[in-house]
């Protein structure tokens, strides 16, 4: 996704201002900003940017064994052309971004993607052929590459297709024949000084005149840059720049309004449009990921600040309503021009866009820490299988993240039902209650034990089948052929008539519970609820972050039929 901002003060007219604020902006500051330094880190990890080798090891492990999720998201990976070891690079001594020049900076982000794709072929499978391509087409570059210019675009070129470049050269440290010193310069004089010095003065513009993900991409160059070239100066730049920098994409300005009574934060992009909210999200994941294999949690800081602003972009897209504080934007360069814009609600510009993110975001939050984050659990499911460059179109918007993150980050298999079998659905914390319903037909949780009456039990037992309207989910159906499914939010059985509406109401997708064994059955058309119990009624509900019973309520064990 191409961005816009405000020209430089030098020959910069109102005109061209207001052109440049139309399309990219930034906001005005919105609260105070952190001033705490970076977590101390006792040396650099090699490999530890968005990859240990605990996370090659698991890849290789699981694909070798055609688990899932990961053989979903490797099959795409085989299937890209930017993976095949016959791919050859077309290195440029200048790349160019932005108006006023010949752009040419596709095939950048086509080689990078090439070496990263194949570079991780060669971890997983041990290729020689993929190791080799990777390492010829990192060799051409930092060889050949030793400007980055253009317009203001040349900031998003030097943050995005720096961070992804460096991260590429890290899986191929110590391969044979790679010149990692020449990897380590070019990340040294070609991308690092164009974002180091942009989150120094933003281009002559306001602090607050560029989006968040201006500021994002190039914090993660810098640090992606520091881990490469074992310099822990840069490593602190970053972390710092993160916690307290003066530009959007420190995390108080990117986050600047808590709800925490909805376990929500607003990003401050939301206003603007969704893609680039999610463009915002991904970037400042990539940069918590990166730092937490050097040993900083990112990821947590503001007690999980960034955490509650991916439930809140992820509930938005998945269709439902979510708080929003007007917030205004400053936008302009000092003695040249400046303006202002107020946003009072969220936009509805991309909503429920698909960015190869979530896995990531979802697997730590929920695997390594063990929290409740079913709106990103939810928008990870809608992503699967993810992909990488060149799965998501052409342009420049589909080469923003490296992706993959299904295969690369995935720690938990995916939870899935059998099919064609009979269950009864235990509470996970009235486990003596199932799901059941009624003489009117009303889903409902019932207390069902061994003395209990022979109708009461079948009412209590249902047969798994793949879903009616998508194959991957799951439907239940009754002992006479009718299947529970949600009807005004309210979970009722019913008589299938073969309708779209039917048989979408009547398929749930199976998300892990709040207890091992236990699953979350997600709603086919809204992924933003899920069924849950409450006042022994079954619902479909939204997702309650902040009510201790909620992820217990929405979580059920199927178990052996009581019939």
Request: glycine share 10%; hydrophobic share 35%; with cysteine.
């Amino acid at each position: 996704m191409t961005e816009r901002a405000a020209p430089p003060p030098k020959g910069t007219t109102r005109r061209n201002v207001l052109k440049a604020a139309a399309g990219v902006g930034a906001a005005a500051l919105a609260g105070p900003l952190l001033t705490a330094g970076p977590a101390s880190a006792a040396s650099l990890t090699h490999p530890g940017m968005l990859h240990a080798q605990d996370d090659f090891d698991r890849m290789a492990a699981k694909v070798g064994a055609a688990a899932q999720p990961w053989q979903d998201s490797w099959a795409l990976l085989i299937a890209n052309a930017h993976s095949l070891s016959t791919y050859t690079a077309n290195p440029q001594s200048v790349i160019y971004r932005g108006d006023g020049s010949v752009e040419n900076y596709p095939v950048l982000y086509n080689d990078v993607a090439a070496a990263y794709q194949n570079a991780l072929r060669w971890k997983i499978q041990g290729a020689g052929e993929h190791g080799n391509a990777a390492r010829d087409i990192l060799n051409a570059w930092s060889s050949t590459l030793t400007e980055i210019s253009g317009s203001a675009d040349r900031f998003l070129a030097a943050g995005i297709y720096g961070y992804e470049l460096a991260n590429a050269a890290e899986i191929m440290r110590g391969y044979s024949g790679f010149d990692l010193t020449g990897s380590q310069n070019l990340m040294r004089n070609a991308f690092y000084p164009l974002s180091s010095g942009f989150l120094a003065t933003h281009n002559g513009a306001y602090d607050s005149n560029y989006w968040a993900s201006w500021d994002l991409c190039n914090i993660a160059c810098v640090l992606a840059t520091g881990i490469l070239c074992d310099d822990q100066a840069k490593v602190d730049e970053a972390v710092t720049y993160f916690k307290s920098g003066v530009g959007m994409g420190s995390i108080e300005n990117a986050i600047p309004y808590l709800y925490d009574d909805q376990g929500l934060a607003q990003w401050v992009e939301s206003g603007r449009d969704q893609g680039h909210s999610m463009l915002g999200i991904g970037l400042m994941a990539t940069i918590c990921e990166m730092a937490w294999h050097q040993g900083y949690d990112l990821y947590g800081y503001d007690s999980n600040r960034f955490m509650k602003a991916c439930e809140y972009v992820a509930r938005y897209n998945l269709g439902e309503d979510v708080p929003f504080t007007d917030w205004t934007w400053h936008y302009g360069a000092p003695g040249v021009w400046e303006g202002w814009q107020t946003f009072t609600a969220p936009a509805t510009d991309s909503r429920g866009q698909v960015r190869p993110i979530w896995a990531q975001i979802h697997n730590h939050y929920a695997v390594r820490k063990g929290l409740f984050v079913p709106n990103t659990a939810a928008y990870a499911k809608i992503v699967e299988p993810e992909g990488g460059g060149g799965d998501y179109g052409s342009t420049s918007g589909g080469y923003d993240h490296l992706g993959l993150t299904q295969l690369t980050s995935t720690e938990q298999t995916r939870s899935t039902l059998p099919t064609g079998v009979t269950r009864s659905l235990q509470s996970v914390n009235y486990p003596t209650y199932y799901a059941s319903y009624g003489t009117d037909s009303l889903g409902a949780l019932t207390q069902v034990t061994s003395s209990s009456s022979s109708t009461l039990k079948q009412e209590a037992s249902y047969t798994i089948v793949a879903g009616l309207a998508d194959s991957a989910g799951y439907s239940l159906r009754a002992s006479d052929g009718r299947y529970l499914r949600h009807y005004a939010f309210r979970v009722e059985l019913g008589t299938s008539d073969g309708t779209d509406t039917f048989n979408e109401d009547a398929t749930f997708y199976a998300l892990a519970g709040s207890t091992s064994g236990s699953v979350r059955l997600v709603s086919h058309n809204y992924p933003g609820r899920c069924i849950r119990h409450r006042n022994y009624e079954l619902w479909v509900d939204t997702y309650d972050l902040v009510s201790g019973t909620f992820p217990a309520d929405s979580s059920f064990v199927p178990v052996t039929a009581w019939a």
